[in-house]
């Protein structure tokens, strides 16, 4: 089935650095999202991104944090700078309108 | 704001037996759409089923679920348990269809034997 790439899979960076996770949707998908899981609890939508522009983003995505899709590359989430409670797992999704999300694997971000 | 609650840790199962795990849900929205979502190990999380309709049994891949708007439940079941449904089972609510802004539960960790 279709498939949604996150590169890299885990990222190991000290407190203050920038980081930018890297995630490559399914390829006629409109619609991208980030949800973040610290360990032990459940995944938390963080953004939804359409067109170009943030559609919505909850308390969690703080202003440290943005994302961009530049000329249909990458989507990226950026982290800068990056504090402790960073560390995470951060799943990258992807759908078209009025269809169902595709996850990616995600990626183990270590802030240090 | 929304929440969803799951049976937590890990559900231990034998093959062939029956396998309920169960969600709740808090809303305020009159309509909420309701998943289930599998993440088998080293897999991404891939959508199992979803319900909107209230009293109406949705089943994909072996799987049953009925949304119960009276109790808020969405209970994932399925009659005989394989080996092959040991995986994280989340339960997430949405307010779209396409479930744009998921509100998922902590998960519940399925481990069938033999």
């Known amino acids: 089935g279709p498939k949604v790439l996150q590169i890299p899979s885990h990222q190991i960076i000290d407190m203050g650095q920038m980081v930018t996770l890297n995630c490559d949707p399914v390829s006629n998908h409109l619609y991208f999202y980030w949800y973040k899981q610290i360990l032990g609890q459940q995944m938390e939508f963080l953004v939804n991104f359409y067109n170009g522009k943030v559609m919505e983003k909850s308390k969690l995505f703080k202003d440290q944090f943005s994302v961009e899709r530049p000329d249909g590359s990458y989507f990226t989430l950026k982290i800068q700078p990056t504090a402790l409670e960073d560390s995470a797992v951060y799943f990258c999704?992807?759908?078209?309108?009025?269809?169902?999300?595709?996850f990616g694997h995600g990626t183990k971000l270590s802030v240090l | 704001g929304d929440s969803v609650t799951q049976t937590e840790g890990l559900v231990t199962l034998t093959e062939g037996l029956p396998v309920m795990l169960n969600c709740t849900y808090q809303t305020i929205y009159s309509n909420p759409f309701l998943f289930w979502y599998v993440q088998h190990l080293n897999e991404s999380p891939r959508l199992l089923l979803k319900s909107f309709t209230d009293n109406k049994r949705t089943e994909h891949q072996g799987f049953h679920a009925t949304l119960h708007k009276s109790s808020s439940s969405f209970h994932l079941q399925k009659s005989s348990a394989q080996l092959s449904d040991s995986a994280l089972y989340y339960c997430a609510l949405s307010v779209d269809s396409a479930g744009n802004k998921l509100t998922f539960g902590i998960g519940t960790r399925v481990l069938v034997r033999p």
């Open positions: 999704a992807s759908s078209q309108s009025n269809e169902r999300l595709f």
